[in-house]
């Protein structure tokens, strides 16, 4: 049986980029998401936050930190993992999103909110061209 594991969500920051480098160089972001779930209630439809923390690589976390803050609007595509860990003798687990890429969707930080600007960050392997003659079919 086939799996697929794929996240796409779009959200604002609950609060600012964590941005720290591992020991190898490499930049890793933690983030807060909300994204908003419309549900009914008493025959009316309301809106309730869904909270999801993202951890964004390399030069994605970078530019997260360097251009958004928390309410920053994002789009974010990437796939669930699940932490798990031990605290005071219990055993806690969480799901959590490893964004594949990320993109702005507001304005800049400290940027003027009138006019919004898209940045896209694709983390995924660059695609090598390949010409028809290279093609054994």
């Excluded at 920053?72 to 969480?94: P, Y």
């Excluded at 896209?120 to 695609?127: G, I, K, L, Q």
Aim: hydrophobic share 40%; net charge neutral; proline share 3%.
């Amino acid at each position: 049986m086939a799996s697929f594991n794929r996240v796409v969500l779009v959200g604002n920051l609950t609060r600012d980029v964590e941005l720290r480098h591992i020991a190898s160089g490499t930049a890793v972001a933690e983030i807060g998401l909300a994204v908003n779930e419309k549900v009914k209630k008493g025959g009316e439809w309301v809106e309730e936050p869904v909270f999801v923390d993202v951890t964004l690589w390399g030069r994605t976390a970078e530019v997260a930190s360097e251009y958004c803050s928390k309410g920053s609007n994002v789009l974010i595509e990437g796939k669930l993992k699940l932490q798990s860990w031990e605290k005071d003798g219990q055993k806690r687990s969480k799901l959590t999103v490893t964004a594949d890429s990320f993109q702005m969707l507001g304005a800049r930080k400290g940027g003027n909110a009138a006019q919004p600007e898209r940045v896209a960050v694709n983390t995924a392997p660059a695609r090598a061209e390949v010409s028809d003659a290279e093609v054994p079919f």
